[in-house]
């Protein structure tokens, strides 16, 4: 079996270090970046099977965006992204994750939120809905979410089934 290349975007080099230990100790290939922009720059170059992305780095949403660039890409179709964050996630028993996202942010209680992570427990569909700095909600899948700091019990289960392993 070819071995699994992963990219972490983390401005926290500690983070980073953690992550990269855990990983290669699974036999994965493991490269990083520090922003959004250095961070496009490595997945494009390295072409990697998963991007692990930190949230909050340059600007409170840049991993986000980066996340929204990805899938947006054509050259970088169905390339995974997990994202790591402290926010909680709001999970559901609907396979149509957007539209809940899209509920919650009717629902008085969670309107005001800037940002809503969806994940059905079921098909396990995640995605983000987030409001952007002129208040439009951008969405856009992603496969999975791995809350800070970081466990190495919680992240190899959650990448080996991403990757598909």
Request: hydrophobic share 40%; aromatic share 6%; charged share 35%.
């Amino acid at each position: 079996m070819k071995t699994k290349k992963i990219v972490i975007v983390d401005d926290d080099i500690d983070v980073i270090t953690i992550i990269q230990t855990i990983l290669s100790k699974e036999g994965y290939k493991v490269t990083f970046a520090n922003d959004k922009v250095e961070g496009m720059k490595k997945i494009k170059e390295e072409k990697p099977d998963l991007a692990i992305l930190d949230v909050m780095m340059t600007t409170h949403y840049e991993g986000f965006e980066l996340a929204k660039e990805i899938n947006d890409d054509p050259e970088l179709k169905g390339m995974k992204v997990l994202m790591q964050t402290s926010i909680d996630i709001l999970t559901t028993t609907k396979p149509d994750v957007q539209e809940m996202a899209r509920e919650f942010r009717k629902n008085p209680g969670f309107k005001d939120l800037h940002v809503i992570l969806v994940k059905d427990i079921n098909t396990g569909k995640a995605g983000v809905d987030y409001l952007s700095e002129d208040g439009k909600s951008i969405w856009f899948p992603v496969d999975g979410f791995v809350r800070k700091p970081v466990d190495a019990k919680i992240i190899v289960p959650e990448i080996k089934k991403i990757l598909g392993l």
